[in-house]
């Protein structure tokens, strides 16, 4: 049963928030989590409807990349303690080996016209239209193409298989260079308005006009090298470690349910960064995930491999970030995050995205690979149990010391460490 009265949705903002605060008896830290700031709250409410606040998560930066040769700080926004952490120890570590070379593709997006119906002898009509299609588009890309972007061209292909293939379907691609912008904005404009154009010269009707989110031809990648007499972990030494990754890569490249995984402790990172710059997230993710399955089955995004006295590892993957235009333009901690990494363009983003990837993967994989992962995760995960038990400042990192001392992870722990540390004061 809804507990909001009907009026709700028309209210403004501030209304909002207060009325929620009111009908869930929120307290002191509830209200100021959700952000009472009448500024922040006009923020919110122009980013979303009926909205009632913010969902604060923790903003972290994970220290010491070095990316083609400049030292780069990494703003992350996540709710998994560990993730942060990880990056970094996995950048310093590669870092001091040289560091992350990173590429990127010419930030190409393509736009969908999906027409029924559509006779064979159609389709190259539909390929003489490029010179209208442009023209339709043009005003639309004014900005983009002073900015070096714009219309490149169209492609035109059946669907060939499955029950739009029985009605004749057909699409229409518009491929744009969308330069800083993620692009979707653009991308979607300019497929309405190249619908009516590309009906014509099909003599068909369209069904659908959006961007596809895959983003093929935007990807960007990484690779580091590190000598493995730089690797060492517990008593492992680097070529037995070097070892045991390129076999665990190997799992996550033939076991789709592994890969599952693998890739989302990727996406921990790129995910992570995404949010931070208030880039799209959701399309980050199912772009990333389809390339994974692009041959058919779900697979590991990185390789590695031992080459001469050294492991390598490489990833690639899809990566349409955007830095003008969005929620990145306005929204002040992205804009914040953004400067904090030097303010870079968009393929820029992408690279030390990828970069950022790698290392998160190098860091869990590292960790599965000798002493597993729950070690590092409940040494954070007592932290918040100190907090939960009411810890406040410096009693959270001493009650987490303890519980971690007693290897006794759970709340009637850390609320006995507590209260023994306050009353030894
Ligand atoms: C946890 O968020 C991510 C990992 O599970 C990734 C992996 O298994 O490779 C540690």
Redesign the pocket.
């Known amino acids: 049963m809804s507990k909001l009265p009907r009026s709700f949705r028309k209210q403004n903002v501030r209304e909002r928030n207060r009325l929620l605060g009111e009908l869930l008896e929120l307290s002191s830290t509830e209200r100021r989590a959700l952000i009472e700031d009448p500024e922040l709250l006009d923020l919110a409410d122009v980013m979303v409807e009926s909205a009632v606040g913010f969902m604060p998560l923790p903003l972290g930066v994970a220290t010491g990349f070095r990316i083609d040769g400049r030292s780069v700080d990494i703003p992350m926004a996540t709710e998994?303690p560990?993730?942060i952490a990880a990056a970094g120890y996995a950048g310093t570590i590669i870092a001091r080996a040289g560091g992350f070379t990173t590429w990127a593709d010419e930030p190409r997006m393509s736009a969908q016209v999906f027409l029924e119906q559509v006779p064979p002898e159609r389709e190259a009509a539909l390929r003489a239209a490029e010179p209208q299609v442009a023209e339709a588009v043009a005003p639309l890309l004014d900005s983009m193409r002073r900015r070096g972007g714009g219309f490149r061209g169209l492609r035109v292909r059946r669907v060939a298989s499955g029950p739009a293939a029985r009605r004749g379907v057909v699409c229409v691609e518009l491929e744009i260079d969308v330069r800083d912008a993620m692009g979707a904005n653009v991308l979607n404009s300019a497929a309405e308005a190249a619908a009516p154009v590309i009906e014509r010269a099909a003599g068909a009707r369209s069904v659908i006009a959006i961007l596809t989110n895959a983003a093929r031809e935007r990807k960007a990648g990484a690779s580091f090298r590190v000598p493995l007499s730089r690797l060492r972990r517990g008593k492992l030494g680097g070529a037995e470690l070097a070892q045991r990754i390129v076999v665990a890569n190997e799992i996550?490249l033939s076991d789709p349910e592994r890969a599952v995984?693998?890739n989302?402790?990727i996406m921990?990172g790129i995910t992570a960064l995404a949010l931070a710059t208030a880039n799209d997230t959701r399309a980050l993710e199912a772009a990333v995930h389809a390339y994974a399955a692009r041959d058919g089955a779900y697979r590991a995004l990185t390789e590695y491999r031992i080459e001469g006295d050294a492991v390598v590892g490489e990833l690639a993957a899809p990566l349409a970030f955007g830095t003008v235009g969005g929620a990145t333009a306005f929204h002040p901690a992205a804009r914040a995050a953004l400067r904090l990494l030097g303010d870079p363009g968009a393929t820029e983003l992408a690279r030390i995205a990828a970069a950022l990837g790698l290392a998160q993967?190098f860091a869990?994989?590292l960790?599965?690979v000798s002493e597993g992962?729950q070690a590092g995760h409940m040494r954070l995960h007592a932290n918040r149990l100190a907090y939960n038990a009411g810890a406040r400042g410096e009693e959270i990192a001493r009650v987490a010391e303890r519980v971690v001392e007693l290897g006794s992870f759970n709340a009637e722990t850390a609320a006995r460490e507590l209260s023994a540390i306050r009353s030894s004061r």
């Open positions: 998994e560990s993730v996550a995984t693998h989302k402790g921990n993967n869990a994989v960790a599965l992962i």
